[in-house]
T-cell receptor, first 112, second 111 residues
Framework: SAVISQKPSRDICQRGTSLTIQCQVDSQVTMMFWYRQQPGQSLTLIATANQGSEATYESGFVIDKFPISRPNLTFSTLTVSNMSPEDSSIYLC?????????FGSGTRLTVV | GQQLNQSPQSMFIQEGEDVSMNCTSSSIFNTWLWYKQDPGEGPVLLIALYKAGELTSNGRLTAQFGITRKDSFLNISASIPSDVGIYFCAGRPPGNEKLTFGTGTRLTIIP
């Protein structure tokens, strides 16, 4: 299965600022997925990132708040913009592999 | 977004006991996946199931893809301390690459 390197692993940010999270996959993948995991909750899909086209966002998530880049088949970024304490969550990227879907180790974001 | 019904929500067991958890859906899936998440980590894939009725083992773990394609279960035999964590099921519907996740089962081992 693909191996995904995600960074930063954690950050504490001031409200009103933005944070960009990066994911690097060790193989080329057509799709990458970004999830949010609020404290004590399951994973909720934010958007699907395809190389060469705009990301597709799930209901409740918008591009202005969570802009995504997918410059090539091994890399993607998610930006959490104009942060508020409600954005404090774990953010995870994922990609399909030969055996199931692999996840990055997550970015634990705390907004103060 | 939609989430799968996963039960139980939490389990408190003694070391050596067997564990069983399941996920159900109102719609069919083509793939069922079972993940374990430790604190501060991303989910790690345990077992992937691709065919209705499929029964797959990974060491002490066994999972089955329900015949109706609307459910799956995960069993853990002879639990050990490192089994502690949160287990998630995830399903992939036909014609869709996106996963839907279960609500999670938190496993705690009582000393």
């Amino acid at each position: 299965s693909a191996v995904i390197s995600q960074k930063p692993s954690r950050d504490i940010c001031q409200r009103g600022t933005s944070l960009t999270i990066q994911c690097q996959v060790d193989s080329q993948v057509t799709m990458m997925f970004w999830y949010r995991q609020q404290p004590g909750q399951s994973l909720t899909l934010i958007a699907t990132a395809n190389q060469g086209s705009e990301a597709t966002y799930e209901s409740g998530f918008v591009i202005d708040k969570f802009p995504i880049s997918r410059p090539n088949l091994t890399f993607s970024t998610l930006t959490v913009s104009n942060m508020s304490p409600e954005d404090s969550s774990i953010y995870l990227c994922s990609a399909p592999g030969n055996y199931g879907y692999t996840f990055g180790s997550g970015t634990r974001l705390t907004v103060v | 977004g939609q989430q799968l019904n996963q039960s139980p929500q939490s389990m408190f067991i003694q070391e050596g006991e067997d564990v069983s958890m399941n996920c159900t859906s109102s719609s069919i899936f083509n793939t069922w996946l079972w993940y374990k998440q430790d604190p501060g980590e991303g989910p790690v894939l345990l077992i992937a199931l691709y065919k209705a009725g499929e029964l797959t083992s990974n060491g002490r773990l066994t999972a089955q893809f329900g015949i109706t394609r609307k459910d799956s279960f995960l069993n853990i035999s002879a639990s050990i301390p490192s089994d502690v964590g949160i287990y998630f099921c995830a399903g992939r519907p036909p014609g869709n690459e996106k996963l839907t996740f279960g609500t999670g089962t938190r496993l705690t081992i009582i000393p």
